[in-house]
């Protein structure tokens, strides 16, 4: 199968069938229908048919999707085989509760280290990893090959912070501060702007009333 | 100014049209042509005329836009002059990190009540608010509006606690448990799943390379 022909609606959706398939696995189920996952999923069997034949994985008519070859499938697609090693800038709440979050390790994330500039911060265990002090950060780079950072600090310290990610080569950044950052057009650069979010969710309940 | 001839795409657009705005007064900007703000912003200026010519709050040729003008409306269309109190269900490092978060309560969002099933949390304080037993969460919602629940609580959790927040008559769901819930129509539900996100940016990194 080429990945060539895999639309960017389809990548959109693969994150949640991934979810669904890690849940089947779970529950240990092999193999499931269109039909099967389209009532899980809330979707309809005709969208699932046309998004997973993409990535084969399904035998003859009535035999259903192999679970595990398809999560095993999407999570190429999705890069999961070689894009894992995560380094954390900021030990705060936040830092801590993407950290504590099992779900990424089970999917073959791995945070390698975590950074602040608290001296209160430095030296204390996160998750069983010790915070290093965020001047060692270029330092700690240059040794360890990093995939992504994420930056879960406020937004003044952020830019800088992010220039120094850039220089010392990272290209992938998952950005949790409250700021766009300004990156080379070959580092990628995800944000999750909570207040954006909040700010959606309040114009939804707005408008429904 | 009619709110029916905003767009989605619009809508889409203007928390960060926000967040620029806010980031201008902060700074004392009183107005701001369309050239200077697509410089910071950027987007090109044509964007942003487009865009923020819906809401007015512009004069004459050369005069720029006014800022805090701007911001109200773009509040005011979010719903955020309306939709404020949070409840928040979990008060482990997400909970608490959202919390923290000040630009909430800058933008007018208060959280007013924080909720978790562990005896080791319940009466101690976050934020200067007291976390309470989940067991009094419909005796609560029965005493105080409540626009919008935060779930940060393990997915098996938030299925159930979901049915009662929905039970209660809360309209807004503000979910970052890794699961879909399942509502009525009327109960608006906005999920962050970081682990999407992640995965999201694993892709892009990989296809980058």
């Known amino acids: 199968?080429?990945?060539?022909?895999?639309?960017?609606?389809?990548?959109?959706?693969?994150?949640?069938?991934?979810?669904?398939?890690?849940?089947?696995?779970?529950?240990?189920?092999?193999r499931i229908s269109s039909q099967e996952l389209?009532?899980?999923?809330?979707?309809?069997?005709?969208?699932?048919?046309?998004?997973?034949n993409h990535f084969g994985g399904f035998g003859q008519q009535g035999y259903g999707y192999k679970v595990?070859?398809?999560?095993?499938?999407?999570?190429?697609?999705?890069?999961?085989?070689?894009i894992k090693r995560i380094i954390m800038i900021g030990a705060g709440n936040l830092g801590q509760a993407i950290a504590n979050y099992a779900n990424y390790r089970k999917r073959g994330f791995f945070i390698e280290a975590i950074f602040d500039k608290d001296p209160d911060k430095i030296g204390t265990e996160v998750q069983g990893i010790i915070v290093r002090d965020i001047e060692t950060l270029e330092e700690y780079i240059k040794l360890n090959p990093v995939d992504i950072a994420t930056i879960t600090i406020p937004k003044e310290q952020a830019v800088p912070v992010a220039d120094r990610l850039v220089k010392a080569g990272v290209k992938g950044i998952w950005n949790y501060a409250h700021v766009d950052l300004d990156v080379p057009a070959d580092v990628c650069v995800e944000n999750v702007h909570l207040?954006?979010?909040?700010?959606?969710?309040?114009?939804?309940?707005?408008?429904q009333k």
Not at 7 to 26: D, N
Not at 38 to 52: F, H, N, P
Not at 199 to 205: E, F, H, N, P, T
């Open 1 to 30: 199968m080429s990945e060539q022909h895999i639309s960017g609606a389809i990548i959109k959706r693969l994150p949640r069938y991934y979810r669904y398939l890690e849940e089947l696995l779970t529950e240990g189920v092999e």
């Open 195 to 207: 207040s954006e979010s909040l700010m959606s969710l309040s114009y939804r309940i707005k408008n």
């Open 68 to 82: 595990l070859y398809l999560y095993e499938e999407i999570g190429k697609i999705m890069g999961m085989d070689r």
């Open 38 to 52: 389209s009532e899980r999923m809330g979707v309809t069997a005709s969208q699932i048919r046309q998004d997973l």
